[in-house]
């Protein structure tokens, strides 16, 4: 009887130590995962930069950080707004919305 009560508790030390590991392999592995850095990195390899391509005069006027997106929505010159997604990890643009008729009507 104590080698049946043994047994059963070590399985369900196995068990909760397996599925330890693989909830923390799945964290680790989502796209975004923990940052391993700081915006304020004083290593110049681990930031990233990229370029929205906008005419002169626009401006982002607001400006959202989620947990795998950076959003920004930018005005444009002609008051029309798009709004950007770009991944925090990498800086790779992975949407634009182009929002139509928020323009300023004056044209």
Same mark, same amino acid.
């Given at each position: 009887?104590?080698?049946?009560?043994?047994?059963?508790?070590?399985?369900?030390?196995?068990?909760? =130590?397996?599925?330890?590991?693989?909830?923390? #392999?799945?964290?680790?592995?989502?796209? =975004?995962?923990?940052? /391993?850095? !700081?915006?304020?990195? !004083?290593?110049?390899?681990?930031?990233? +930069? #990229?370029?929205?391509?906008?005419?002169?005069?626009?401006?982002?006027?607001?400006?959202?950080?989620?947990?795998? #997106?950076?959003?920004?929505?930018? /005005?444009?010159?002609?008051?029309? +707004?798009?709004?950007?997604?770009?991944?925090?990890?990498?800086? +790779?643009?992975?949407?634009?919305?182009?929002?139509? =008729? /928020?323009?300023?009507?004056?044209?």
């Amino acid at each position: 009887m104590k080698a049946l009560k043994l047994g059963v508790i070590l399985m369900a030390v196995l068990l909760t =130590g397996g599925f330890a590991v693989l909830g923390a #392999t799945w964290w680790k592995s989502r796209d =975004g995962g923990i940052p /391993t850095h !700081s915006a304020t990195s !004083s290593d110049p390899a681990s930031r990233w +930069q #990229t370029s929205l391509g906008l005419p002169p005069g626009s401006r982002v006027t607001t400006l959202n950080s989620e947990s795998r #997106t950076l959003d920004m929505v930018v /005005t444009l010159p002609d008051g029309e +707004q798009m709004i950007y997604l770009v991944r925090r990890k990498d800086g +790779q643009i992975t949407g634009e919305v182009h929002l139509h =008729g /928020t323009g300023t009507g004056a044209e």
